[in-house]
């Protein structure tokens, strides 16, 4: 070991200052808590976290496309059969669509098995003229407006462990043992030849995914934000045979536009261990920080360790993007790139709902690939929050969803998803965008 991994340890980060964390009142209950989880069994083997990052390795030579999307924040009600069948059906079928129009392999990665945590611009929020703290995800508390249910509550780590772990059970053995029932397309037929679902049914029937994993690779790998340290510490294992540390709770990990705290604990963490990390970048970000963060994570600058996902919003990718290819390019740093269309396109209706305009999504995707194209660079994938359902969430697509339809079934627990057909109509544009020769907006 050099001088510079004996100075880290899964729990380093303690010297460090941290943002967004729970304040547990009962700090004994916690550490029993971490303690209890320190000895359960790792969810995921390093192997698997390997196949991913030279997935990342790939993307960036492009070689591969990445489909990141799931849950803004998963709830442990929703760890049912048809919930978890929806979400994987949902990015596979994306994945047919974006592999027929790029001809490349899409390596699928969920927000999935461990997204139960949500970083909040505020500590408290106002329901019916009272305070409460606010609702940081399945993993600290309960969404009801109770006083008692949103104090933080360390078992609930635990309780997430467990979620997450039959979580992951299950999308294996969907994905090995019943991968047809992930790829139901009949529900797609229009009665309209004409209609986009028409279409998008047409090229989903056309072939199936350019290429398959092999048997001792996962059809899906998982994803959340690392935002709880002391959670992430428990999941944190030294693997002797590759001399490194991984965390075995999930197969990439991202740190948040409010965590990237060069001197930060976040940082800190994420550095010593082996997974692929994601660097989230939003508007205002100094491209020489995020080159010294990327030095930091990356110090060999390993090919797929780590992913930049952009965040800009549609009107700030051309001003804000270029200038972290330049320096990104300058510093000649590895990166695999993801573009986050979602964050930065959330608005708020006059009624007090947060949503997105699905035009708004599209356009940063499609200046995103063009700034890419312009550096000689490329956009490497997609990350989304989006629905296997018919959530009522984002405004616009081919359904026309108006922002007077969106509480017909408006059911985040955060941030607006995008529904199951206006994540296919997505699929379908992307693809169209990916292909050379049809750069333009259809």
Known sequence: MNQREASWSPHSWHDHPIVQQ?????????????SELQKLPPLVGPDEVE?????????????????????????????????????????????IILCNRSHMPVVKVGRIAGQYAKPR?????????????????????????????RRADPERLKLGYFHAATTLNYMRWLAHCEPNSLQDHDRMLADDPSSPLAEIAAELSQSDEYERPSGAEPDF??????LLLPYEATQTRYVAGRNAWYNLGAHML????????QGGAHIEYFRGIANPVGIKVGPGADPRDICLIMQRLNPDNVPGKTALITRYGSRQVQSQLSALLEAVQSARLQTVWLCDPMHGNTIKTSTGLKTRIFDDIVNEIHETIQVHRAAGSRMAGLHLELSGEKVTECVGGFTRLSAEQLATNYKTCCDPRLNSDQGLELALRVGQMLQPASMQLH
């Open 22 to 34: 729970p304040d547990y009142s009962d700090k004994q209950r916690l550490q029993k808590t971490l």
């Open 51 to 95: 196949h991913l990052k030279a997935h990342f390795a790939k993307a960036a030579r492009g070689e591969a496309f990445i489909l990141q999307g799931g849950d803004c924040g998963e709830r442990f009600a929703d760890c049912t059969r048809e919930m978890i069948a929806s979400k994987l059906r949902i990015l596979k079928q994306m994945a």
């Open 121 to 149: 611009s505020s500590p408290y929020e106002i329901i019916g003229g009272q305070s409460f703290a606010v609702y940081r995800g399945d993993f600290v508390n309960q969404e009801d407006a109770d006083h008692d249910k």
């Open 221 to 226: 790998f998982t994803s959340h934000e690392g």
């Open 254 to 261: 991202w740190i948040g536009d409010r965590t990237r705290d």
